[in-house]
């Protein structure tokens, strides 16, 4: 990625209200029934203060990879429709 791009131009990503340190990313964000909607993945805030985070969110496409890779396959990746020329 250029130094311009940042994490929220590669995904749907959910916004997150949170007083975190830096570190916190990778951590399970649950629902008020305990159901899995996204993965902590980044600080919102660059000052270090950490009052907000980015998660993926666990939608259709993030458990077919998940369940794909507790399977040893890789998963699958979205396809562009564009390919080189021989």
Not at 68 to 86: C, D, H, M, S
């Amino acid at each position: 990625p250029s130094k311009t791009q940042t994490v929220h131009h590669f995904a749907n990503l959910l916004y997150v209200d949170l007083k975190a340190t830096p570190g916190v990313e990778g951590g399970a964000l649950f629902d008020l029934q305990g159901r899995m909607v996204g993965l902590l993945t980044g600080m919102a805030a660059s000052d270090g203060e950490g009052v907000g985070g980015l998660a993926i969110p666990c939608d259709e496409p993030f458990w077919a990879a998940v369940d794909a890779l507790r399977e040893g396959r890789r998963p699958e990746y979205g396809f562009l429709g564009v390919a080189p020329r021989a």
